[in-house]
């Protein structure tokens, strides 16, 4: 079965985390024009109530799940609800993820016991409860959500890109040990898609304001979504998704440390 593809959406049951706004809300619409139904999971109770109608008038069943992703209970539960409500799981996406844009001196253990617990422990919890049921189905493909920040460093990104490279490198070995089996993997990681990422983040509003100026060039969320449904399709490990993401990627494999070294010069000054 490796390196199988998966054949269709039609009648697949798909649980996406951080399903109320941007990536996550794109992939649920995506999957559900292409026939899966939708398990949507969020902590905002608005943003889901925005989901199902949205899957909903596609024609496609889509239950709602509010919950914490960093929270061990609440994840380990998750499983039997959806199954409670669809019958079964073939699709796990797990999107959800926060940011801290502040040096490492500045983050509080508060800061980073919260982005890890969403970021690192969320995708964790979801991969250990959701698999069991996940083998037992024909096919199915789990989606983990690292970042360009998953295969370099960068300023104020200490905590998230610790997050997004531990990510990476649990998907790396899950694709290794589920080999021969029925589930695929893929590992995505993008650069800036026009998400509320930045609303949320932890970071100084000065620094804020400057980088969603930028973010009008961010990839949209819809585009982003395609891309991420036909990695599933095609059991690609490995998508980088977005212009700025694949330029680093390029430039971080063909000179590990001199990007590093450009990182520190450019930034040598300490200001924004």
């Known amino acids: 079965m490796f390196g199988a593809k998966m054949k269709n959406f039609s009648e697949r049951v798909a649980v996406v985390t951080g399903a109320g706004n941007g990536i996550g809300l794109a992939v ?83 800061d980073l016991e919260w982005i890890t617990g969403i970021n690192y422990w969320g995708v964790m919890y979801g991969c250990k409860f959701f698999l069991p049921h996940l083998l037992t189905a024909d096919e199915a493909h789990i989606v983990n ?25 649990l998907s790396e070995s899950l694709y290794v040990e589920l080999a021969n089996t029925n589930v695929g993997i893929t590992c995505v990681h993008p650069g800036a898609v026009a998400t509320n990422i930045l609303e949320a983040a932890r970071m100084e509003q000065g620094r804020r304001s400057k980088m969603l100026k930028t973010f009008k060039y961010a990839t949209p969320p819809e585009h982003a979504a395609r891309v991420i449904c036909n990695a599933i399709k095609r059991k690609r490990f490995k998508q980088v998704l977005c212009v700025d993401s694949r330029i680093l990627h390029v430039i971080k494999r063909l000179a590990p440390v001199g990007t590093l070294k450009l990182m520190r010069l450019a930034n040598s000054d300490g200001k924004d």
């Not at 690292?146 to 990510?167: D, E, L, P, R």
């Open 28 to 110: 649920c619409m995506e999957l559900a024009r292409r026939g899966a139904n939708i398990a949507a999971v969020d902590i905002d109770e608005a943003g889901l109530a925005a989901v199902r109608q949205k899957v909903e008038s596609l024609g496609r069943r889509c239950s709602v799940h509010r919950l914490d992703v960093s929270n061990r209970q609440q994840m380990e539960a998750l499983p039997q609800a959806v199954i409670d409500e669809h019958g079964a799981v073939h699709i796990l996406v797990n999107n959800a993820g926060v940011s801290v844009n502040l040096s490492f001196r500045e983050q509080t253990i508060e």
């Open 145 to 169: 959500i690292s970042s360009s920040a998953g295969f370099t460093g960068m300023k104020w990104q200490c905590s998230y890109s610790a997050t997004k490279f531990a990510v990476a490198g």
